[in-house]
């Protein structure tokens, strides 16, 4: 088995992030929605065979306590310039601590996150200099890989798959990983991450089950 992987997850502060959610969940909910995502991704995150560091980027105070909690290391976000640069700076900080390692970005919303499903889309990255994978409707993307010596190389954001392919990144399919792929922008994607089953922060907040063990 190769060096540990370093994963990097960025987050908004939580007065401005998941903006889509307000007209479904309420604007009073949408930040704590926001932060239980995070939490339950991070969770999920470090749990993972394979995983050696879960570096977080966000300037929120209060989500930055609460995931340093969760075993992340957490980052203020120095270049302030966006998700991209948030990502690339947070890469470069993981490999100043581990230059040897695989490095990984992975989205802060994954509400569903399962530790074995994400080991596996590890393993199959493990295999390419850059890889990604695609979200739920295949449009965009919520992990994005780099080996030893490779440029990470982000590119997220709206129609961001067309764009890691074009920059050599290799799509990476593997079945029964739906939890790594399920990211939550709107009402719709929530109800479809229930109905995979969350972490239990934002079953707690949404009243729905857990994730089946």
């Known amino acids: 088995m190769g060096t540990a992987w370093s994963l990097v997850i960025p987050l908004k502060p939580l007065a401005v992030a998941k903006s889509r959610l307000a007209e479904a969940a309420g604007e009073e909910l949408r930040p704590g929605l926001a932060l239980a995502f995070a939490q339950d991704t991070v969770a999920a995150a470090a749990a993972t065979p394979g995983v050696g560091d879960v570096v977080v980027v966000t300037d929120d105070p209060l989500a930055g306590a609460e995931l340093a909690e969760l075993g992340a290391r957490v980052l203020p976000d120095a270049p302030r310039a966006g998700l991209n640069a948030a990502l690339a700076y947070g890469a470069r900080a993981a490999r ?13 919303d994954l509400p569903a996150l399962r530790a074995p499903e994400l080991a596996r889309v590890l393993s199959a990255a493990a295999l390419f200099p850059r890889a990604f994978l695609a979200d739920a409707e295949g449009v965009g993307t919520t992990f994005l890989s780099a080996a030893p010596g490779a440029e990470l190389g982000p590119a997220f954001g709206g129609p961001s798959r067309n764009r890691h392919r074009r920059s050599g990144a290799v799509e990476i399919t593997v079945p029964g990983v739906d939890s790594v792929r399920r990211d939550v922008d709107t009402g719709e994607d929530l109800r479809a991450a229930l109905r995979l089953g969350v972490g239990f922060r934002t079953a707690a907040l949404t009243g729905r089950p857990l994730i089946a063990e």
């Open 96 to 108: 100043d601590r581990r230059p040897d390692a695989p490095v990984a970005a992975l989205n802060a």
